[in-house]
Structures are given as C-alpha cells and as structure tokens.
C-alpha cells in the first residue's frame, strides 16, 4: 500500500460533503463477532446460509432460535470497538448515511445517530401474527411469544429470500446515489441488493474507498482499496495531519 494513495484516500475524504458509508461482518470483527463467511462463522456444522432462511426456520424454528440466541449472546456482551467510534466521529463532520448488513446494533452503541440496518437487528424479535417488535432480553425463551398478542415471534432480521425493508433501501439507494465518496467496509460484498450500492455511487462518480484485508468483487470499483482491517483502515484515513 503506497503512502500516495493512502494520502490520495485522505484528501478525497477531507474534500468530501456528502459521505455514504456501508458496512459488514469485518467492521464487528474486531469486537469479537464472528463473520459470516470466515472459518468461525459456522455453528455446529451449519452454515449461516443454511439457517438465515424461512425454510429452515419453518421446517425447525427452534434450531434457528438457537443459533439466534448463540448470536444474540455474543453480541450483548460485545463492546463497538475504535472502527465503530471513529465512524460515529465522522458523522459529526460530515452529511454521513451510515448503511450496515450488520443486524449486531453497535453502530448505534458506538454513538452512530444516521444508520440504516438493511437488515434487521438481533436484539430484536418480530411477532409472527401481528408484527410488534420486542427488545430480547438475556435468556429469552425459545421460541419467544408477543408481548402484546402473545403468537410465537421471529428473529427481527431478514433471511435470504426475503426483500428488503423497503423504505430502509430506498433511504440507502438515495444516500449512495447523492453521495460524493462511498466507504466500503468489511463487507464480502457478495449479498445483494447490498453490494449493488457501491456500484450505484461508482455509476454516480463517487470516489470508492474500500476497507477489506481480502480482495473483493467490489474491489475492482474502489478508487483506493485499503487492505487492512476495519480499525486500521478508519485509524489512517481519520489519523495525522491531514485529519478530516
Ligand atoms: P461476510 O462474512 O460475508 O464477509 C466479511 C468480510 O469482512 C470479508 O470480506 C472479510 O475479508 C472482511 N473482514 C474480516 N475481518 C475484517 C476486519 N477485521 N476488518 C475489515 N474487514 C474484515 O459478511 P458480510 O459481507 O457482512 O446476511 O455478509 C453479508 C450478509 O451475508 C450478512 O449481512 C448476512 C450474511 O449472510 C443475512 O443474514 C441476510
């Protein structure tokens, strides 16, 4: 990685107004949460694909709320680490849409105010029946039942197959599509509609920085692509002299 495109990476976001910003697994690496996709992303021999869908939940919803509560646990005991932070600072300096695939809630714990979570969040649980939302609390019951109707609930998150929350997108389309630079971070960027923002704010002449230590499908549209993990890519772009 050259000192050039790095301080070419600076200056673009110094000059930048208008920041969109999308994030994934790799972002929460660094708080201890397991990606998807990594070695460690996999549960009692399951794959997370294979559990992420309505199928598998109607065929054992019980199973899939387990793997959910596994989840749930490790992130109510996780802390938003310094990558969190410095995206939370950030947002203080410029017009910033914070977009995550991430459903762990720390953007918003790491002081995050403009997130969009396309989807979902984990601490959630969604009413099957009439679709009230209830806060998990530690050692939940499995499966949970509504608050308010009392029917069985689902894990408040999107499975593969399932459609966006749709205005959530929408705000998500419009930020990448007026943005001025795009910050592409720890996203496999294999999940779509998701990966298809950063295309759009390429299409739309954004500047695209990627942070990533692996090459990605997206790599090819970054203009820089920073291959470090998410603390050390947000800690050089964000550090030194040339600080936004
Ligand atoms: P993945 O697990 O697919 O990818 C994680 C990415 O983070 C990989 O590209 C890693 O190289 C990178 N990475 C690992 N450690 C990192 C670090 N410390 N800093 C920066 N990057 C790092 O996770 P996602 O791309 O988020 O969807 O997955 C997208 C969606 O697929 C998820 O939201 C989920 C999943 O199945 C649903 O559940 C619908």
Redesign the pocket.
């Known amino acids: 990685m050259s000192d050039a495109l790095i301080r070419e990476a600076r200056a673009a976001l110094k000059r930048a107004e208008r920041v969109a910003v999308l994030?994934?697994?790799?972002?929460s690496?660094?708080s201890g949460i397991p990606?998807?996709?990594?070695a460690e992303?996999f549960w009692r021999s399951y794959r997370?694909?294979d559990l992420?869908t309505p199928q598998a939940y109607a065929r054992d919803p019980i199973l899939v709320w387990e793997w959910y509560a596994m989840r749930f646990e490790i992130v109510t005991n996780a802390q938003p680490n310094r990558?969190h932070g410095l995206l939370a600072e950030l947002e203080q300096e410029k017009h910033l849409t914070l977009v995550t695939?991430?459903?762990d809630g720390l953007h918003k714990r790491a002081g995050s105010k403009s997130v969009l979570e396309?989807?979902g969040n984990i601490t959630q649980s969604r009413c099957e029946s009439c679709g009230y939302l209830d806060g998990l609390e530690p050692g939940f019951e499995i499966p949970p039942h509504c608050s308010r109707c009392g029917e069985r609930a689902r894990p408040n998150?999107?499975?593969?197959g399932e459609s966006l929350p749709q205005a959530t997108f929408q705000n998500a389309i419009n930020a990448f599509a007026d943005a001025d630079l795009a910050l592409i971070?720890?996203?496999?960027?294999?999940?779509e509609p998701?990966a298809s923002l950063a295309r759009l704010a390429k299409e739309q002449g954004a500047y695209i920085i990627e942070?990533?230590?692996?090459r990605?499908p997206l790599s090819s549209a970054a203009d820089t692509s920073l291959p470090?993990?998410?603390?050390?890519?947000m800690t050089v772009l964000m550090a030194g002299d040339e600080r936004v």
């Open positions: 994030t994934g697994a790799g972002v690496a660094e990606t998807f996709r990594g992303g997370p694909e992420a990558a695939q991430n459903v396309l989807h998150v999107v499975w593969f971070i720890g996203t496999s960027g294999v999940v998701a942070i990533n230590p692996e990605t470090m993990s998410a603390l050390e890519g």
